[in-house]
């Protein structure tokens, strides 16, 4: 998503984007929308997923027949199969690239001794050769030091929202209609991927504990199911929470917007989580925020939320403070939508993003000669 804003904004500044990626998982109608937008996607066969490790052989071909047309490469995230194709295509044809990773600098949390392999084969090369690394926030900055990477090579752009998206609000109560939801009911909204990462077994625990006090507390978990879907379902049995407790899937477009406005808070309670565009999202639309303290995005919250040491017991002291205080999640819903606006604007994060290419194709200049 967050690359498809930034290609959109920068197609409206005369840019030239193609996307190039893999088939895997895409969604047919989100392609649709994308080409719409005026940006092109070429779609490489995936001939093999080792995880979410995609091999892509085809996109060769494609690098051959087109990758010289265009001044410049954005590679988003770190380790994959396709990002050390296009780094060795790049070095050959002396074509810059920046690297925006997203997270992924750290070989930490889940396949550690894979991701280091990585490293030493592809990962170190891709980082030295990079004309720049765009980093989301000064937490991932000091990631990318932690590598080796000299911090002049890097430049700190936070991930940015289209506030025309969110000009005109669905009408409240929509959603609560949908899906069967009293007006007075006090919904707590997890909206994300369904990995252990994200923490939904805290969020759980946490709940569990705020149902006890709060009697027409609801939580609603939306977001595609990433492996650890049935681990929160049977946590969910165990509390008895079945009755207190709504799935829904992934939610898109308006309808995903009709969620957020219908909360009484939006929680992110990530074990890690360097930049979520959810938490933009949801303060867009002037609901209130929980994260966890190992957000990256946190210290840019602000009076927008709440931030709680990743642990259910403060995760359930700080739930039991906004949903029992109407005053505060009102201030909380108007501050987010302030700080928004001002700090998180598509339009001026796209012009740091296009100064950081000429910056790029300059340095590379000078490379060459």
Request: proline share 4%.
């Amino acid at each position: 998503m967050a690359t498809h804003r930034l290609s959109r904004e920068l197609v409206k500044r005369g840019f030239e984007v193609e996307i190039l990626t893999t088939n895997f998982r895409l969604d047919d109608e989100f392609v649709k929308q994308v080409r719409g937008d005026g940006i092109g996607v070429t779609l490489a066969t995936c001939d093999m997923a080792l995880g979410l490790f995609l091999l892509s052989p085809s996109m060769k071909l494609w690098l051959r027949t087109r990758g010289r047309d265009f001044d410049i490469i954005h590679m988003h995230e770190f380790r994959s199969y396709q990002n050390s194709i296009v780094r060795a295509f790049a070095s050959k044809h002396h074509i810059p690239y920046v690297l925006q990773a997203h997270g992924s600098v750290i070989p930490f949390l889940e396949k550690k001794t894979l991701k280091k392999v990585y490293d030493l084969v592809w990962g170190s090369n891709l980082l030295e050769d990079a004309s720049i690394l765009i980093a989301l926030n000064e937490m991932e900055k000091e990631q990318y030091v932690f590598m080796g990477v000299a911090p002049n090579q890097i430049t700190v752009i936070p991930n940015g929202i289209d506030s025309s998206e969110f000009h005109t609000l669905p009408e409240i109560g929509r959603f609560r209609e949908k899906y069967g939801i009293g007006p007075t009911e006090r919904v707590v909204l997890y909206l994300g991927r369904i990995h252990r990462i994200k923490g939904l077994d805290v969020l759980v625990s946490a709940f569990a504990e705020v149902a006890k006090e709060v009697d027409n507390a609801r939580l609603v978990i939306v977001g595609p199911d990433d492996g650890f879907l049935a681990r929160v379902k049977k946590s969910i049995r165990e509390l008895r929470l079945e009755n207190r407790t709504l799935f829904t899937g992934p939610l898109y477009g308006i309808d995903k917007l009709e969620a957020y406005v219908d909360s009484n808070v939006f929680v992110l309670p990530s074990r890690y989580d360097m930049f979520p565009n959810s938490v933009l999202e949801a303060m867009a639309c002037g609901t209130p925020i929980i994260v966890s303290d190992r957000c990256g995005i946190k210290d840019k919250l602000g009076g927008a939320g709440l931030v709680f040491r990743f642990d259910s017991e403060q995760l359930k002291l700080a739930l039991l403070r906004v949903l029992n205080d109407e005053e505060l999640r009102m201030r909380q819903g108007e501050e987010g939508m302030r700080i928004v606006g001002q700090d998180f604007a598509l339009g001026p994060i796209a012009r740091l993003v296009e100064t950081t290419y000429m910056d790029a194709i300059a340095r590379a200049e000078r490379r060459v000669t």
